[in-house]
């Protein structure tokens, strides 16, 4: 019997060993030669507002392959500190984010976000948040890296919330206000069909609006520039309403549900680039779909008191 036992307590031990260098060496890669050697990142993570360099010199973050938390150090937490501390002393400043992904990581979708990119500059923004900052002063971009390695994987730029060029929009990517792109049609249709991140936010967005009477959702169509104005609104709109008919066709959604369209009136990046060519990823950005929650009961609360309906605390 206590052989018998004892067997048993050596295959259990064998297992964890097992299950041990499993998860460090094939889950987290970390037993390569590679990734053995010592963590170095490029020291050229900078604070900018527009052309200006606020900030410089500080350590790049690291992100694993697919991953979305950021790896830190002892001198991102500084970066992190000082760049919380000059939000605060210039309140009539806001933070764009940006968050960019592997060409190895295309197609990687966590929670309600539709790429790792706007996945890791939301991470960026809840650290900035645990620092005091409120939610309503950052917006999230997003871009593919030709770097294989992801050695800069963030930007971050301050900017004047009055003085955004007239005609551009920032995007916030939160549970209240959440963006989806262009992934969900084809191109030039307003037939909708939704992915995996944006089918995951309607459900959240049904059972949020079953629990809050109050509360309503808008829906609006964007549009790139290539086409009439006109043609352009009449896209957005199509595209919104087919948006709608998913909540309450296939979802049973029955609140209040408004839809618009701003056409291509509202880009949040530049059709053309500089020298007049063709710029498709911008396009690509200002071709989505806008869904914004109302609740008037929660008119005067702070927004960051709200974290948890946030769409990043569901990744």
Known sequence: MRIAAFLVFLLFCVYMVFARWYFVCEVRHLCSEEQAIEDIRLKNLKLTEGDSVLLQGYD????????????LNANNQAFLDTLAAILRSRPDR?????GFYRA??????????ENLGLARADQARKLLMKRGIPQ??????????QDPQLR?????????????????????????????????????SDVFRPGAPLKLYADSVKTYLGLNQAATLTIVGHTDSIGSDAYNL?????????????????????????????????????????DGSDNPEGRQKNRRV?????????????????????ASDLN
């Open 152 to 188: 800069e994987p963030l930007l971050f730029n301050l900017y004047d919330p009055s003085a955004v060029p007239q005609g551009f929009e920032k995007v916030v990517f939160t549970f209240r206000n959440m963006t989806f792109s262009d992934a969900n049609f084809e191109y030039n």
């Open 104 to 113: 190895s990581e295309a197609g990687i979708a966590p929670g309600y976000f």
């Open 234 to 274: 009449g896209l957005g709109l199509r595209r919104a309403k087919n948006a709608r008919k998913y909540f309450i066709d296939s979802l049973g959604v029955t609140a209040d549900i408004m839809v618009e369209s701003m056409g291509k009136k509202r880009p949040v990046a530049p059709n053309t680039n500089p």
């Open 94 to 98: 806001n933070l764009t984010i940006t």
């Open 60 to 71: 790049q973050f690291a992100f694993d392959s697919a991953g979305i938390a950021p790896r």
């Open 136 to 145: 309503s002063r950052f917006s999230l971009d997003h871009g593919l890296s």
């Open 290 to 310: 806008n869904f914004i929650l109302d609740n008037k009961a929660d008119e005067g609360e702070p927004q960051e008191e709200r974290i948890l309906e946030d």
